[in-house]
Every structure is written in structure tokens, then in C-alpha cells.
């Protein structure tokens, strides 16, 4: 697995909850387990008590993300940090189902959680996940949408690290937003010139005669 998929299990999370919106999505049991993906066999141990460890779990993965969108570094990697000693994982090299042309495994390092239950081992996959893209790519990778109220998580992975929305669908809601702005701004202006001019004009008139 390549670490943006292990940093994704954070977002994933994060996202199921839009407090601005006062909408959560992560209420059930079959809604822990759709987090897994395609892990079915780890989304079998969910049981309806991994519905309020997740919860608890994904404030705190909110949390770093908030960090590191205020911009403070130290915070995120403390919060993080405390989140990798309560949830450990085990790296292993691992081939299965990866062969090359010629038959050969394609060893690759894997994330092997402690699956004491659901939330231990998605948390450990998504504190490490989201702890290697940290340190490989800096903390002002980790952001909220800026297309108020989302504040969806998002992982910045563009060249010039100017991802500013979770997705097209929010930067172009906020481009629009933007853009109504200007205008109903310059009508204002054009309203404001034109009632001074008005109010300008008796004055001269009288100043004529």
C-alpha cells in the first residue's frame, strides 16, 4: 500500500462529520465498516461500541488537522504523536497478491495493526498514515476547505502547495461566491458615484445662475 492510502483513512474519517452544517454521517455500525473500504476483513470486527470509539477518535484526527490549518506546527505533531502511542502499528514487508511479470512477490512495506478492535486498527493506520505524509511532504499539507461552512480535511499533494478546497466542487462554489461578491461590491461603488454626482449637480446649477 503507498502512504497516501494510509494518510486517507484520516480524511476519510474526518470527513464524515460537517460541524458547521451539523451533519454526521458516521451513526452506525455499517457506516464504520464503509470506512474500511476494501480491508472487508478488518470491517468485520466493527461492532455498534466502535461507533463512539470512532467518534472520539476522528475529534482528535479534527484536531490535528485544525493545528496544522492555524499553523501551528508543534500542536499537530503533539496531537499526532499522541495519537501514534496510544495506537500503535508493526511495519512488515509483505508480497501478497503483488507479482511481477514473472511471478515474483513485490515486496512492499505494510501496515500490520493490532486488531484488539475496529477502532484500534483503523486509528494506527490513520495516525501513521497521516504522520508519514506529515513528515515527507511539511504540516501545511494537512488543511480545511476554505469554502465556508465545509471545512471538509484535505490532504494538499499539488506542485506548489496551493490546494485551498477538499474539492472542485467547493473551489468553484467559492469562485462563484467571490466573484457575486465583486460585483454586488463595484454596483454598490457605481450607486454610491452616481448619488454623489445628484446630490453635486443643484449646487452647480445654482452657482451658474
Known sequence: MELAYYSDYAVRLVNTEEPARGKDSLTSVEAVRELFGANQSAARRAAEA??????????RLRAVFEAADDGDETLAVDLLN?????FPVSPQISGHDHRDDDGRPLWHMHLADHPSNATAGYAATAAMGLAFHLTEYGVDRLGLCEAAPCRNAYLDTSTNRSRRY?????????NVAAYRARKRLEADRS???????????PA??????
Not at 499522541?82 to 496510544?86: I, K
Not at 452647480?204 to 445662475?209: E, F, I, W, Y
Request: with cysteine; glycine share 4%; hydrophobic share 30%.
Open 50 to 59: 466502535d461507533v463512539t470509539r470512532f467518534r472520539a477518535v476522528r475529534a
Open 82 to 86: 499522541s495519537l501514534l502511542l496510544e
Open 166 to 174: 477538499c474539492s472542485d466542487r467547493c473551489a468553484t462554489r467559492a
Open 191 to 201: 450607486d454610491s458615484t452616481g448619488r454623489t454626482a445628484d446630490s453635486a449637480q
Open 204 to 209: 452647480s446649477a445654482n452657482g451658474d445662475r
